[in-house]
Every structure is written in structure tokens, then in C-alpha cells.
């Protein structure tokens, strides 16, 4: 079945450093692929999706590109802030399947030191 | 802004006691999850509903029912409790339609310890 790897956590960065979450999929077909974020003590909320091929989601100086040829949908940013710690969820989503319901990776956890 | 509100943010229950989460929006979407979350196994998909009165398990449904007796609220429950339904729960909705529906709202969660 559909499924989603993410890299293992916990990641820590240094404020300014440059971030690299690793996310690869195994799908049938064309999926949409996302980024989830969960600050602490709330829920996930969405931070950026892609719906074809080299596609580009961004937001809050975030990036990832849909790579079809590596099945892949690595999150970036070029400057992290300590703002930024949370937990990342990469998931996708069957365009025309069961409503779409989404798959998520195990969520990997970004600390930012001052 | 998108709410979506659950009844209590921390529970302590017995092993054998009858459970409810509840779980309330205001956006008027038609389709609610719930949703089981624990460390070093991500999110998994307890029960769904895309219509009042409908429910649709989801990949780890047993132990849990549901109720959607109202478009805005979707009740998770534990008929008997057991140690191992310790967990943080999130419930989720979203719009019907292909697009849209890939959009969820998360609530905070429920972090619920069985004793």
C-alpha cells in the first residue's frame, strides 16, 4: 500500500542554520504530497503541498519540491529560527481515492538553539 | 478561523471505563476524523465520517467506535478502556471534495492516560 518515510529525529539546529527533512513515498499513481507542522502543545496545521511533478510548495520561507524520478519531497529553508522547532509530518494523498484521505510519515522533531 | 475543539486537553481514566472524546467544529465541513498519535509511530486513522449518521473505519479501528449524530460534532469512544488506548488523540475535519479534502484542521488533541 501507499505509504510515507520521513528521516528520524530528533534534528537540532543552531538558529541560522540550513534545515534538510528527507521524505520519500511509495505510491500508485499521482498522489499530492504535503508538509504538516506541529508547534507544541498544538494540533497540525498544513505548511505547504504540491499536486503534480516539479511542483514547488512553499511558505514561511519553507520549500519542497515534488520529485517525481526519486519519489521524493524533501522540506528546506535556508535559515531556520528558534520559532521554527516543531514536529514535521510529511503525508500524501490518492487524488480520486477513498476521498482522499491522507497517509503520514512518524513526524520527525526540529529543535532550534538560540 | 478554522476551529476545531476538543472537549478536554488531558484525561485520566480507569482500565475498563467507558471513554468519550468529543470533538466539535464551527467551519460547517462535512467530513471528520479522529486520529491516534504516538511517538515513533506517527498518525494513524482511527474512524472518519463524510456525513452526518455515516462512519467509515479507518486502519486501526478496533477497540473504538464513533457517533456523528451532528454535522459539527464527531465523538470518538472507548467502550472499555485498556492501558494500551493510552495515547494522544487528534481530531480532524475538512471540506468534501477531492481538492479540499486534503486540507485538514487539526484539533489540539487529547492526551488521555489509562490507569
Known amino acids: 500500500g501507499d505509504s510515507v518515510t520521513q528521516m528520524e529525529g530528533p534534528v537540532t539546529l543552531s538558529e541560522e542554520a540550513f534545515l534538510t527533512i528527507n521524505c520519500t513515498y511509495t505510491?500508485?499513481?499521482?498522489?499530492?504530497l504535503f508538509w504538516y507542522v506541529q508547534y507544541p502543545g498544538e494540533g497540525l496545521q498544513l505548511l505547504l503541498k504540491?499536486?503534480?511533478?516539479?511542483d514547488k510548495g512553499s511558505n514561511k520561507g519553507f520549500e519542497a519540491t515534488y520529485r517525481k524520478e526519486t519519489t521524493s519531497f524533501h522540506l528546506e529553508k535556508g535559515s531556520v529560527q528558534v520559532s521554527d522547532s516543531a514536529v514535521y509530518f510529511c503525508?500524501?494523498?490518492?487524488?480520486?481515492?477513498?476521498?482522499?484521505?491522507?497517509?503520514f510519515g512518524k513526524g520527525t522533531k526540529l529543535s532550534v538553539k538560540p | 478561523d478554522v476551529k476545531v475543539t476538543q472537549s478536554s486537553r488531558y484525561l485520566v481514566k480507569r482500565t475498563g471505563e467507558k471513554v468519550f472524546l468529543e470533538c466539535v467544529q464551527d467551519?460547517?465541513?462535512?467530513?471528520m476524523f479522529w486520529y491516534r498519535q504516538d511517538p515513533g509511530l506517527g498518525l494513524r486513522l482511527i474512524y472518519f465520517?463524510?456525513?452526518?449518521?455515516?462512519?467509515e473505519k479507518g486502519d486501526i479501528p478496533e477497540g473504538y467506535s464513533v457517533s456523528r449524530e451532528k454535522k459539527e460534532r464527531f465523538s470518538l469512544i472507548l467502550e472499555s478502556a485498556s492501558t494500551n488506548q493510552t495515547s494522544m488523540y487528534l481530531c480532524?475535519?475538512?471540506?468534501?471534495?477531492?481538492?479540499?479534502?486534503?486540507?485538514?484542521?487539526f484539533g489540539s488533541g487529547t492526551q488521555l492516560s489509562v490507569l
Open positions: 503525508a500524501l494523498s490518492q487524488r480520486g481515492g477513498s476521498q482522499g484521505n491522507l497517509i
Open positions: 465520517s463524510y456525513d452526518v449518521k455515516m462512519k
Open positions: 505510491a500508485t499513481g499521482y498522489p499530492s
Open positions: 504540491a499536486t503534480k511533478a516539479d
Open positions: 467551519m460547517d465541513h462535512e467530513n
Open positions: 480532524a475535519s475538512s471540506h468534501r471534495g477531492r481538492a479540499t479534502n486534503e486540507k485538514l484542521f
